[in-house]
């Protein structure tokens, strides 16, 4: 996945949420340790509403933007 963007007229409605929820349920059911990430700064509470763990600046360079590495354990 390239990347999650909700459209403006359909955010905080709990839609990204619920993609990352069936996201987590596809993992598990594939038997993934864990799902990373990598989002700009702005993002990171988000993400960590939903259990991700931030492991610091991301070595990308994608954009000439900073990324930072997110990660969530699924054992």
Request: glycine share 10%; proline share 0%; aromatic share 10%.
């Amino acid at each position: 996945i390239l990347g999650l963007v909700v459209g403006e007229s359909y955010r905080n409605q709990g839609l990204a949420g619920k993609l990352l929820d069936h996201l987590e349920h596809l993992a598990i059911e594939h038997e993934r340790q864990g799902i990373t990430l990598t989002c700009k700064a702005s993002l990171i509470s988000f993400y960590e509403q939903y259990s991700y763990l931030n492991y610091g600046v991301s070595e990308s360079k994608h954009g000439s933007i900073q990324w930072f590495n997110l990660v969530k354990n699924l054992d």
